[in-house]
């Protein structure tokens, strides 16, 4: 989890900078953007990303560079492909 509610989150992390962070891997993940998605991404070393159809502000869209492997009611699993493998490797 990059982002938690700030009530269950560490003090002694700074929430806004993980905030906006989310928000950008977000945005990319809409625009399609796999590049911009793993230069965010591999700082916190996501590897899945986890969205909900019947929430609006948690979807994800059909044409993604993320693989989809599981997929139960509305909600969707996928990998971000290559993100952190690229980073460590």
Known sequence: ?????????????????????????????????????????????VEYVIGDTARQELSVPTNTFLEEILSLDAVRIFRAPGCVSDAVG
Not at 16 to 45: K, L, P, S, W
């Open 1 to 45: 989890v990059v982002a938690l509610d700030p009530v269950f989150a560490n003090p002694y992390v700074n929430l806004a900078v993980r905030e906006r962070d989310q928000y950008r891997m977000e945005e990319r993940i809409h625009e399609n953007d796999r590049d911009g998605f793993c230069a965010v991404a591999t700082r916190y070393g």
